[in-house]
C-alpha cells in the first residue's frame, strides 16, 4: 500500500540566506574585492608608470584642494576602457562600481570634478599621456601595435 503523504510530498526550495539588513563586523579590503586579474589593476598600474610632470604643472596653488591627479587619470582611463565615458557616469561609477571605487580609493568625486579636470588639466597633455599608456601597454605585451 502507498503512504499518500509520501507519494504527494512537495519538494520545497532551499534558499540560501539573505540578510540585506545586517552590520559587516569587519568591513570588506576592497583590494581583496578586486581580482588580480581585473584590467582595473592593469591600469592603475600603468598610471603609476607614466610621467604626470607637465599635468601636474597645469595646476596652480589655491585655497581649496583637488582631488589627486592619478586617481582621476586612472578613472577616466579605465572609464574609456569600460565604455564608462561621461563625466556624470564616472561620478555613478565611483557610488556603484567596485572597480572604481578600489581605482578611486573610495573617494566620490562630483561630475563638475570630473568635467574640469578633462577639460582644464588634461586639454594640452592628454595627447602625451595617451602615448605613453599606449606604449607602455605595448611593451608589456598587452597591446598588438601595427604599422601604417
Not at 51 to 62: C, E, H, T, V
Request: proline letters at 3%; one cysteine or more; aromatic letters at 10%.
Amino acid at each position: 500500500m502507498y503512504n499518500i503523504s509520501e507519494t504527494f510530498m512537495v519538494k520545497r526550495n532551499s534558499f540560501k540566506p539573505y540578510y540585506q539588513d545586517q552590520l559587516m563586523v569587519i568591513p570588506s579590503i576592497l583590494d581583496e574585492l578586486v581580482s588580480r586579474l581585473n584590467p582595473v589593476r592593469i591600469v592603475n598600474d600603468v598610471i603609476n608608470r607614466i610621467n604626470i610632470q607637465r599635468l601636474l604643472d597645469a595646476y596652480k596653488i589655491k585655497c581649496s584642494s583637488s582631488y589627486y591627479t592619478k586617481m582621476l587619470l586612472n578613472m577616466l582611463v579605465y572609464g574609456y576602457i569600460s565604455n564608462v565615458c561621461s563625466s556624470r557616469k564616472l561620478g555613478v561609477a565611483c557610488l556603484e562600481n567596485i572597480n572604481f571605487m578600489w581605482l578611486s580609493g573610495m573617494s566620490f568625486p562630483a561630475h563638475n570634478a570630473i568635467k574640469r579636470f578633462r577639460g582644464i588639466r588634461l586639454k594640452d597633455v592628454l595627447r602625451n599621456i595617451f602615448e605613453e599608456v599606449v606604449k607602455l601597454l605595448a611593451d608589456a605585451g598587452l597591446l598588438k601595435t601595427v604599422v601604417i
